[in-house]
């Protein structure tokens, strides 16, 4: 049996209500989930450091990519002046998460980032690529330095 069969048997206000139950369930449900990672990497990140921005949850692909990178280039007390104009996107998602890595003491090399389903994921994912990076030593000295999720994803 059709939900609309027990509407009264005017055909105008029938198709009418059906039109609207129709379009409700193909409207966007406005909680946008677009996100987008961005990174400074200098040729030394040992002697130059390293930044990165990440947003989450934005209206849409573009300005996801725009906060991202806004993040990435703003200065502040920590930031690497050689890093930060360096900065550009090099990831976008949606209902996915994000994840960065690195070696907390100045002048090492180890540095990672990640976007996964899951965040357990992409934060596995980092610190393998900060791993990777850090050199025999220092391998065990990456920590996650930040991780978040867009949309759904967890």
């Not at 690497?80 to 090399?109: E, F, H, I, R, W």
């Amino acid at each position: 049996m059709s939900p609309f069969a027990l509407l009264p048997r005017k055909d105008g206000a029938r198709a009418v209500l059906a039109a609207i139950f129709l379009l409700t369930l193909s409207w966007p449900s406005g909680a946008a989930a677009e996100g987008a990672l961005a990174v400074g990497v200098p040729a030394d990140v040992a002697k130059s450091g390293f930044d990165y921005g990440f947003t989450n949850n934005r209206s849409s692909a573009d300005d996801a990519k725009t906060t991202a990178l806004e993040l990435c280039r703003k200065p502040g007390p920590s930031k690497s002046k050689v890093a930060m104009p360096l900065c550009a996107v090099v990831g976008n998602y949606s209902n996915q998460c994000v994840a960065v890595a690195m070696d907390p003491v100045a002048g090492t090399p180890g540095v990672g980032w990640a976007i996964a389903a899951d965040k357990h994921s992409a934060e596995a994912q980092a610190l393998a690529k900060c791993e990777a990076t850090a050199g025999p030593g220092r391998r065990a000295a990456c920590k996650v330095d930040s991780s978040g999720c867009d949309g759904s994803a967890q």
